[in-house]
T-cell receptor, first 110, second 118 residues
């Protein structure tokens, strides 16, 4: 079964804090995506990873393929970072569809 | 920046009615998807579409569902006879490139169409 587990489920942080969201999965994958979902429901892709590390602004995503684990870090968090962050994987060597985690609800207080 | 557009943003329908949700993927993309999210639940894969045919579908995507790319730009999801449990946010997504070779792979989502079945 393709399970994608995220932790924590909910996270409240003070503005400026360093935030880490974790994702573990149980099968071989071709890629892992980090996505952001805003209260209105729209989904934005933040990163697609198949190895190593990527950085975009204050966001950093890492993946360890051997350990089947990925982390999303937010440095110098800001209230506008408040959203649901979702990990999703593409199972298989030539994965096409995404299997989603349940998401982490992040609230950053000023 | 290129974007995936979806219409309508919200549709309310009576049980048993047919619904068509429309999507305009990014113009040079080759793979198209429908996902759905029931309120409070995970996003779920429904169907993928490539080269004018379904490439993969989930168990959810039964005979009540169909997809079409009628004119080379629109990508539609039809639900023939809606049920209460079809109430969800439906997301269209598109991706550039081919699965077996070098490809960008980044997935672009639309803003979603919220379907409410009464």
């Amino acid at each position: 079964k393709n399970e994608v587990e995220q932790s924590p489920q909910n996270l409240t942080a003070q503005e400026g804090e360093f935030i880490t969201i974790n994702c573990s999965y149980s099968v071989g994958i071709s890629a892992l995506h980090w996505l952001q979902q805003h209260p209105g429901g729209g989904i934005v892709s933040l990163f697609m990873l198949s190895s190593g590390k990527k950085k975009h602004g204050r966001l950093i995503a890492t993946i360890n393929i051997q350990e089947k684990h990925s982390s999303l870090h937010i440095t110098a968090s800001h209230p506008r970072d408040s959203a649901v962050y979702i990990c999703a994987v593409r199972p298989g060597e030539y994965g096409n569809k995404l299997v989603f985690g349940a998401g982490t609800i992040l609230r950053v207080k000023s | 920046e290129p974007e995936v557009t979806q219409t309508p943003s919200h549709q309310v329908t009576q049980m048993g009615q047919e619904v068509i949700l429309r999507c305009v993927p990014i113009s040079n993309h080759l793979y198209f998807y429908w996902y759905r999210q029931i309120l409070g639940q995970k996003v779920e894969f429904l169907v993928s579409f490539y080269n004018n045919e379904i490439s993969e579908k989930s168990e959810i995507f039964d005979d009540q569902f169909s997809v079409e790319r009628p004119d080379g730009s629109n990508f539609t999801l039809k639900i023939r006879s809606t049920k209460l449990e079809d109430s969800a946010m439906y997301f269209c997504a598109s991706r550039e490139g081919l699965a077996g070779g070098p490809f960008t792979g980044e997935l672009f989502f639309g803003e979603g169409s919220r379907l409410t079945v009464l």
